[in-house]
């Protein structure tokens, strides 16, 4: 056996050398091309056995390049972060990306930015067969790109909803309209809704935020004074309850977020939900982990994110679409951290 073959390279011609048979009759038995080639079971048994003997390996990268396809997904996620801090959107969201795309045989690649200008047409090199872009940006510049593009792009967890691509969202108006009517119903008038700086533009905070306002004005309250930026990491609570607000509540555009403004609310000595009531959106395991357990709206994201990924097969493997935008329901998951305002907040 030569050097090579040792090492696990052996080729097509070297196992049609080595049973005396003709390199398609190889390729008929090992990858299952060429339907007019007839093989008996004994000589295919031959083939195969030769094939573990010389140690063959097909050649991914040329089947690759022979079908136009590399079998590789990017998922552009700009913004990654929080991962280990506890908030668990992103890990549902691989858990569908992932379960949906493996056993078809498709590898990941993680994105964490793009150009604005042109970067979708940096991606169209070859390496990937589709994109699915969470949280794609509203922008001219990449509806222009989309326009251009032969790559496959699904916009995930974003308010783009024209023919360019397809999208994937849930209905975050909607996830917002039913906090206000909790907070409502429990009494509330004066509730604060939160982004952190750098979310401004987010498609989802903007969606969450419109369906905020247009919930309040429903209930005959203006609320466009209601709407603040804090920092993520450090968000200015101990400043703000220093200022005695008249907001009774605060909905934090997502989990993580909820999760610190509580925090830090409790760190100044008043209490959830005595002296303030706190919801967020993104109801996982983590709202269950903090004390006092967390409000918030449940979107599916596992089930969004399957669908992305089914929706880039189709479009890679050239199966019809039935549609291309796909809204999924919100629900309210109620725990302890809202209740009825106080009638007077404790001071400080």
């Known amino acids: 056996m030569g050097s090579d073959e040792r090492r696990g390279t052996a080729t097509m011609k070297q196992v049609a050398e080595e049973v005396g048979v003709s390199i398609a009759a190889v390729s008929k038995v090992l990858h299952g091309k060429g339907n007019n080639i007839r093989i008996s079971e004994a000589r ?38 929080e991962i280990g801090e ?30 604005m200008v042109g970067g979708i047409g940096q991606l169209a090199d070859g390496r990937l067969d589709g994109v699915i872009w969470c949280k794609m940006p509203d922008a001219r510049s990449i509806l222009d790109d989309l326009e251009q593009t032969p790559l496959h792009v699904v916009g995930l967890n974003t308010s783009l909803a024209h023919h360019l691509c397809p999208t994937v969202t849930c209905d975050n108006e909607g996830g917002s309209k ?41 209930h005959g309250i203006d609320a466009n004074k209601s709407v603040t930026y804090w920092d993520k990491s450090d968000p200015e609570v101990l400043e703000w309850l ?30 959830v939900p005595g002296d303030l009531s706190v919801v967020g959106f993104d ?20 089930e969004m994110a399957q669908t992305a990924a089914k929706v880039v097969l189709d479009l890679i493997e050239g199966r019809p679409l039935d549609r291309t935008s796909f809204t999924f329901s919100c629900t309210l998951d109620v725990r302890e951290s809202t209740s009825s305002p106080a009638l007077h907040r404790s001071t400080h």
């Open 283 to 302: 109801s996982t395991l983590y709202c269950d982990s903090l004390k006092p357990r967390l409000t918030a709206v449940r979107q599916p994201i596992t």
């Open 44 to 81: 295919a048994q031959d083939i195969r056995a030769a094939a573990v003997r010389l140690r063959y390996r097909p050649n991914a990268l040329a089947r690759s390049l022979r079908m136009s396809r590399t079998h590789t997904i990017g998922l552009i996620w700009e913004n990654m972060a």
């Open 178 to 218: 039913l906090v206000v009517d909790h907070l409502i119903e429990l009494g509330h008038r004066n509730i604060l809704f939160v982004i952190d700086r750098g979310s401004e533009d987010t498609p989802d905070a903007i969606s969450r935020r419109n369906g905020f306002l247009e919930a309040m004005a429903r």
């Open 242 to 271: 220093r200022t005695n607000p008249k907001e009774t509540a605060v909905y934090a555009w997502y989990e993580g977020l909820a999760g610190k403004i509580m925090h830090r609310v409790q760190q100044a000595g008043f209490s």
């Open 86 to 115: 506890g908030p668990l959107y992103y890990v549902h969201l691989l858990d569908g990306v992932a379960s949906t795309l493996f056993p078809r045989h498709y590898r990941l690649t993680i994105l964490p930015e793009i150009p």
